[in-house]
């Protein structure tokens, strides 16, 4: 097991618990959505997960070792994109935003301008470098900061929510990295309500309501559980489609 | 689009300068270490100095530097005299506080102000020194803009604590400027009828506390993203770049100037 969250507990000051009692676990070269609706702890969890903040009670454990113990040169090995391109951007140039760990990472100059170009290429990035992340579009933003975290070519990706409000272009050329990342053996972590883009991605899919975890199995039977979908709040319609997609043989939960 | 009352102009050209200086400036080829070395050194000896000579001398520098690189002489010329006058009318009580040869007499309603040789004497070394300080920093400033002048304090040796922290704000102050507009913006759509202007002030206001909320909030996840990709690796050490001639000339011109400075202490 790569990463391993073990019975986490987390509450923010002040409030009631969000998190209790949760597990989760991603192997290498596999996909894990985590499905719950607004407010559910998903965005708190990853947060967990990548070592920003810290349980309650439980444990993160990065291949049978703690995490915390491992911080913070653990996080080399953690990519994690968040919610709001926005929150995750703070360069002034797009340049400048891809190089910031490669230069910790890499000895010289030569050799961060070489990745960063290679990364730009890969994502259609190239004609921005020296743009101000800022001043583009939300999609481009979210290219961006999904460039930033492949460029130091970490093995666990976390992604939060990464197609909301993403145009079907953007959407495609997510999945492409994670399909990418999945071939090359990286363990992925998708927050997500996005039931297509999870389907077409995801290898097994957690539900979390009231701060605890269900499902844990393959996408169709965790669809085809009525009370999962309901407590995941998702979208009927698009459930079905899905199922149909996945499995025709199988019966929409939520049909009358 | 031109933004609709002062308000809003005015946040959004004080966006402008701060994203003008971030990415409008053309590239010169000075050494970034000497230029905010010099900079600094000028401008604290323009502070200092009583000495009205060598602040004309820091002053025309100034202006040197504009004219030389090409730089927006208007905006430079606004910035130096908008502080100067402000200087002014800040210092100008002075003139008649301080006692001393009285030059001129100044009726006011039933009392009359004595104007005095000491004061005006104050008055002008004060505004001179701000007069020569602001022109050499503002066109240092305008010609290496924000990136070279970080560059300029990493090989000053400055904690990067320190310039982490001034990239980050020169990066969002733009933002946190916009947001504010768009925050006023939402209010304003929503005042249906002609209201009081105490009223709309009440109304308006309410957006400090937003600017408040989140600011915080969107420091706390910028932290978090800083630290997502930080990994205590030993930093890599600062390169001091290429020294050309006119760096030499900026160098040695500073140093001759430091050193009036110092005899004439």
């Known amino acids: ?75 080399r090995r953690i990519g994690l994109v968040f919610q709001d391109p926005n929150d995750q951007l703070f360069n002034a140039t797009v340049y400048d935003e891809l190089a910031f760990a490669l230069r910790q990472l890499l000895h010289s ?25 800022y001043d583009l579009s939300m999609g481009e933003k979210r290219l961006i900061t999904l460039a ?67 499902g844990g199995a393959d996408i169709v039977s965790v669809l085809s559980d009525k009370s999962l979908v309901d407590m995941a709040d998702l979208n009927s319609n698009m459930v079905g489609l899905v199922l149909q997609w996945l499995d025709p043989r199988s019966q929409n939960p939520l049909a009358d | 689009m031109k933004p609709r009352n002062l308000t809003h102009r005015f946040l959004e050209n004080l966006a ?30 323009a502070t200092l100095s009583p000495d009205f000579r060598l602040q004309t001398l820091i002053f025309f520098i100034g202006v040197g530097m504009i004219l030389l690189t090409h730089s927006r002489i208007c905006e430079w010329a606004k910035v130096t005299f908008l502080v100067a006058l402000w200087a002014t009318i800040v210092t100008a ?74 990239k980050i704000s020169i990066t969002n102050m733009p933002l946190v400027l916009r947001d504010a507009s768009r925050m006023l913006s939402a209010r304003e759509a929503r005042v249906m009828r002609d209201i009081k202007l105490r009223e709309l002030w009440m109304i308006l206001s309410t957006v ?26 030993s930093p890599k050490k600062h390169e001091f770049g290429v020294v050309t001639k006119k760096d030499l000339a900026l160098l040695l011109f500073t140093i001759t100037v430091l050193a009036f400075w110092i005899l004439e202490m």
Request: hydrophobic fraction near 45%.
């Open chain 1, 1 to 75: 097991m790569l990463l391993e969250l073990q019975d986490i507990c987390f509450r923010y000051p002040r409030c009631t618990e969000i998190l209790r009692n949760i597990n989760v676990s991603v192997e290498d070269g596999e996909a894990v959505a985590l499905m719950g609706s607004n407010g559910s702890g998903k965005t708190t969890l990853l947060m967990i997960a990548a070592g920003l903040l810290e349980p309650e009670k439980g444990l993160v454990l990065l291949e049978k070792k703690s995490l915390k113990e491992q911080l913070p040169e653990a996080r």
């Open chain 1, 109 to 133: 100059n030569s050799e961060v301008d070489i990745r960063v170009k290679e990364v730009a290429d890969r994502f259609g990035l190239t004609g921005w470098l020296s743009k101000t992340p």
């Open chain 1, 148 to 214: 930033s975290v492949i460029a130091y070519d970490p093995d666990i990706l976390l992604l939060d929510e990464p197609t909301a409000n993403m145009s079907s272009k953007v959407v495609r050329e997510i999945e492409q990295v994670v399909v990418d990342a999945k071939k090359a053996g990286k363990a992925i972590v998708i927050a997500s309500h996005d039931v297509e883009f999870v389907a077409r991605t995801s290898d097994r899919v957690y539900i979390i309501y009231d701060g605890r975890t269900y």
């Open chain 2, 16 to 45: 402008r300068t701060v994203d003008l200086l971030d990415g409008g400036v053309k590239k010169t080829d000075l050494n970034p270490t000497i230029t905010v070395f010099s900079a600094f050194t000028l401008t604290m000896v």
């Open chain 2, 93 to 166: 009580p002075a003139a008649v506080i301080m006692g001393g040869e009285t030059v001129a007499k100044l009726p006011v309603g039933l009392i009359e102000l004595k104007i005095s040789r000491e004061g005006i004497d104050a008055v002008a070394k004060l505004v001179s020194r701000v007069l020569a300080s602001t022109a050499v920093l503002t066109s240092f400033t305008m010609v290496m803009g924000w990136k070279e002048i970080i560059l300029g304090l990493e090989g000053l040796k400055v904690p990067k604590e320190v310039t982490s922290l001034l």
């Open chain 2, 208 to 233: 400090v506390g937003d600017i408040l909320v989140r600011g915080f909030e969107r420091a706390w996840r910028l932290e978090k993203s800083v630290e997502a990709r930080s990994f205590a690796v």
